[in-house]
């Protein structure tokens, strides 16, 4: 009941971040499309508060790694730990996020977001068939990062860079044992205006550093992901977008054996943005697995613009 309760609270609430963009001459006309390329960055000297739901349903065979990365939007990720052993795994995990951006300048901005989790899992053993059912709700991490644009789009390609790191995290399966700066990712987007339409590219890398667990050290295996999109202006208020994308893992290792061995995963993405008033903007996505076992992961995002008009 517990989990019930609060994916219902999250999916009312709003969630996941949608990926880039508009068109360029639509971003005066129409400010606070949630995908536009104005979104990329936020204005200089305003802030914007965004809240989120993730919704993520994995059902694997044989899972051998220690941890499930979700990426909750293109580039952005959370770490989830499983509990240690092979078996067969069916879960439904909730994400709850609340964060703030800020217009440093017209080329950076700074941000943070804290996310809670909620989980219910059934693990059934592959040797003795036995079911067990677990459930749990804690605070999940606590994220900073960076966003530069180094080129604008026009002659050229447009060209933004990211960074983040983890201040927070939670490493314990069941209950809470918050780490310090245990992962962190590291990418840039690249885009083109062919108005209406916009393609863009995100890639990047996300490092996860080995953490505790219990009596065993566990590092999970870092990642490589490749996002192309193409998002397609229909007016002023509504942008829908599609893509895939390509995650490259390497292996857990437990206790510096590696467990699993590396995996490739692909996702199709499909999201669209509507804006709800000049400041206010509602965006969604879904992303379902197309190789290895099946996954399917839906959000939702309010965002409101606050500060300067």
Known sequence: MQFVRFMAFGVSFCGAIAAPASA?????????????????????????????TTLSAAREKGVTGLFQTIETGTGDFVTVPIDIGSTDRQSETVLGDIGLRYGLSTRSEVYARATLRTDRAQFTDSTTGLTETLSDASFQSLV???????????????????ADVALLENTAARGTDLQPGRSGTLGFTTYRVLD?????????YRANLDRTFGDDVIDPGDILFINPSVA?????????????GLDFSGDDRLNGIALGGRSTSADLQFGMAYAWS?????????RTEVLRDNNFTAGITLTHKFGRN
Do not use: C, H, W
Not at 232 to 242: H, I, K, Y
């Open 232 to 244: 397609f202006a229909v007016n002023n208020e509504l942008t829908l977008t599609s893509g895939f």
């Open 24 to 52: 360029q001459d639509q971003i005066a006309e129409q400010d606070g499309l949630g995908i536009e390329l104005e979104e990329l960055l936020s204005e200089k000297g305003t802030f914007r508060l965004e809240f989120g």
């Open 278 to 286: 000049e400041n206010t903007t509602l965006s969604a996505d879904t």
């Open 144 to 162: 900073i990062g960076m966003n530069y644009r180094f080129v604008d789009e026009g002659e050229r390609l447009g060209l933004i860079g990211f």
């Open 196 to 204: 209406p339409v916009v393609l863009s590219l995100t890639a990047g």
